[in-house]
Structure formats: structure tokens, C-alpha cells
């Protein structure tokens, strides 16, 4: 247990569906990320936050979009996807966003577009 | 832009054998060196993290060193068991978390 939590952890959703992935930390972390692990391909990071405010936004499509609410939550919601967004997405969180510190991450959430 | 490589891509090893993963990272100017591992559709477990400023750290059967200098960090698995089977993630921690493609490991009883 990392204390940071993702839910679902696995999802099946159409190229039609709106669906949202949740996590939640509460390590008392200010930065919370999102990262999609395809096969056989490095992380690569999609959204930081940082105090709720989102700072990096990398190339990502808009049918992928991040919420941040407060510094213990973090969502994605997601709106017609394609089958190539199929993919694990994992949440992470450490204590500021300048990477000096220490990342800890989610269980993930398994994605699958049909 | 920084860039992460591990070798090799995947091990297989007997049990009870000693192994050395490598890392390697092209920019020295990091914070951290920070290695993970995930088990088959799983999240990233932290193992070690060693700051910059650092050359090595220590965790039960585990030690990883850090040479910046040379761009390089290893991870070594004393007496491995079945149970370390994973995929092995090392992260360079500059302006971005720089991770690399990992080394999947396969302890054979």
C-alpha cells in the first residue's frame, strides 16, 4: 500500500462513453500527476497539479481532461476515446513538483476501449 | 532531453542467484535516482531513492549505487527468489520524471 489510491482498477468502456478515473492521496502531498503506461513504452506524463493548479499539460488530447478539486483528489474523465488510449493509467503524488522528492504511485487503472 | 535506458530488457536467473540491473541516463544534472517495481498489470512500488548527493542505498537484499559522473546506476538483488519476478523501472528526477522501459525479471525456482 502506497497510499495512494486509484479507482477503478480496471475499466471497459465504449468510443461513446464518458467514464472518470479517480485518485486520492492522503499523504499530505501537493503535487498529484497522471501517467499512461503503454506496452512496451516508457511512462509518459500527461497532467501535473500543483496546489490544485494545473501546470503542465503535456500535448495530450482534449478528449482526456483533469480535475483537481482539492490536493487530495485528482481526476481524469474521459470522452470518446479510441482503442489506442487503451492502456494502464496510473496516478502519482509527492511532496512538491520539483521532482526532488520522492514519487509514490497509484495501482493504476487498467483501460480498455472497445 | 533527458533520456533513461536500462539493459537488459529482461533477465532470467535461478533462484538464490546474485544479479546487477543497469541503468544508465544521458544528463547528469538530476536530483534523484529512483528505482520501482511493478508486477504485471500493477502500480510502481518505490524500492530505493537516492538523492544526488548520494552514491548508494540500502534496503534489505537490495543496493543501488548512483555515479553521476558516468550516467549510470545499478541495482543489486542478493540471493533472489521467485518472489522478485517483476518488471524493474528506474526514474531520473530532474525537471520531469525520466523513466526508462525497465528489465523484466524472471527468478526460476
Known amino acids: 500500500e502506497t497510499g495512494v489510491t486509484q479507482t477503478p482498477r480496471h475499466l471497459v468502456m465504449g468510443m461513446t462513453n464518458k467514464k472518470s478515473l479517480k485518485c486520492e492521496q492522503h499523504l499530505g502531498h501537493n503535487a498529484m500527476y497522471w501517467y499512461k503506461q503503454s506496452a512496451k513504452k516508457p511512462l509518459e506524463l500527461m497532467f501535473v497539479y500543483s496546489l490544485e493548479e494545473r501546470v503542465e499539460n503535456n500535448s495530450v488530447p482534449s478528449r482526456f481532461s483533469p480535475e483537481c478539486p482539492n490536493s487530495s483528489h485528482l481526476f481524469l474523465h474521459l470522452h470518446t476515446l479510441q482503442p489506442e488510449d487503451s492502456a494502464l493509467y496510473l496516478c502519482?503524488?509527492?511532496?512538491?513538483?520539483?521532482?526532488?522528492?520522492?514519487?509514490?504511485f497509484g495501482q493504476g487503472t487498467r483501460l480498455t476501449v472497445v | 532531453k533527458q533520456e533513461v535506458t536500462q539493459i537488459p530488457a529482461a533477465l532470467s536467473v535461478p533462484e538464490g542467484e546474485n544479479l546487477v540491473l543497469n541503468c544508465s541516463f544521458t544528463d547528469s544534472a538530476i536530483y534523484n535516482l529512483q528505482w520501482f517495481r511493478q508486477d504485471p498489470g500493477k502500480g510502481l512500488t518505490s524500492l530505493l531513492l537516492i538523492q544526488s548527493s548520494q552514491r548508494e542505498q540500502t534496503s534489505g537484499r537490495l543496493n543501488a549505487s548512483l555515479d553521476k559522473s558516468s550516467g549510470r546506476s545499478t541495482l543489486y538483488i542478493a540471493a533472489s527468489q521467485p518472489g522478485d519476478s517483476a518488471t524493474y523501472l528506474c526514474?531520473?528526477?530532474?525537471?520531469?520524471?525520466?523513466f526508462g522501459t525497465g528489465t523484466r525479471l524472471t527468478v526460476i525456482p
Open positions: 526514474t531520473a528526477g530532474a525537471n520531469n520524471l525520466f
Open positions: 502519482a503524488s509527492s511532496q512538491d513538483r520539483s521532482y526532488r522528492a520522492q514519487a509514490f
